[in-house]
């Protein structure tokens, strides 16, 4: 029998490189048909030595003789461009997609791997998100099978039972309960935010993640992203999904269900969990974290949500009744915000209150198409930067 042919789609980001270490403990398994970056050339190239692929792409890089040849040399084609994600994310010969690109930039080559049936495992949520319906429907249309990645939502997953798309409420689900860590800033008093600089935000306490990622988790808009990404994935209400702080992340999530019980899946916090889940689903492989040793934890926190110190998952709520276009708003005025932020433009606390000025701005669509989709990001990307520039004036 072939092995299973795998795309990683950000091969050199966070997720990409977890993904790739889960594969190297299985060369019986699985091969890797393709790569891509965005401009890492090298680590891409040293990448590209180890597991050979096919085809590797440079997304933002024009095409360039000397790099082809350089990847020409250890057998490999190099394709330049954001046509070329899409390519390597629908072609033939691939089995599994990883979705791992940072940002609504992942939408487009998470759809065409839709479009084309594949089994996709699903980190980018921002594609979820922003798409919505377009996805699901996408995944349902073509036969392709679409694995969460994101650690709560394998919880959620793995605690469901295994039809849960005819609808929560037909198999006894009473509640989905998402876990957040709360970041890095959990008891800071709002004031206090004022003067945190990136380096800080993006230091979670249980997690090593990108850098936009990692400013999310700190404003908790990550939760809030990953609540639609709850609705969307498990076809839930809003009202069918609390977020519920949990500081050590050991609990990545729950399922309560109408008798009583609560199912849970625990483990560290280690991203190669939940991509050796969706890798090998139904079957369990080995991932290389190690093993939880609860009596060394002792003790595992909870406490309710405060949603004042942490407007973002208001906001998340708000968006999901507001549905249509008012989630690829949301996620595109925050790509820009966290982007400002990133570049020391605005204070670490402007960033949710700029994304509420955005929703509060704009005018909400349907979501009918991808064109709708991206002009709504578009759009917003540009009040967003207004609303910014104004601020610092
Ligand atoms: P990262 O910044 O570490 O890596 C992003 C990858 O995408 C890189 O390979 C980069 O080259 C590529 N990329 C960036 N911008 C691009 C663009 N415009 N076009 C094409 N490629 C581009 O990010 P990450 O932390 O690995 O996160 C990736 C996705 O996974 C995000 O959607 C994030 O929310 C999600 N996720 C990450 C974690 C984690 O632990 N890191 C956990 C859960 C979900
Ligand atoms: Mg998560």
Redesign the pocket.
Known sequence: MTKPSITI??????????TLQVVALHPDKYQIFAL?????VELLFEQCKVFTPHYAVL??ITPNPELDQRFKEIGVELLFG?DA?EYIAAHDTVDIVM?????V??LQ?TLAAARCGKRILL?????LVVSGKLLIDAVKQHHATLLP???EHNAIFQSLPINHQQGLDQHGIRKIILTASGGPFLHKQFHELTHITPEQACKHPN????????V?SATMM?KA?ELIEACWLFNASASQVEVLIHPQSIIHSMVTYKDGSVIAQLGCPD?RT?IAHALAYPERIESGVEILDLAKIGTLQFEAVNMERFPAIRLAYEVVQTGGTASAIFNAANEVAVGSFLEGEIPFNHITEIIERVLNHMTMGPVESLAAVLAADHQARLVTQQIIKKSKV
């Open positions: 789609l950000g091969s050199t980001g966070s997720i990409g490189r977890s891509s970056a965005f401009n890492n997304a933002a954001l994600l979705a791992a690109i940072v940002g930039a992942g080559s980190a980018n949520k921002e594609s990645v994101d650690s997690w090593n993640m990108g850098k936009k990622i990692s999310d990550n992203l991203m939940p």
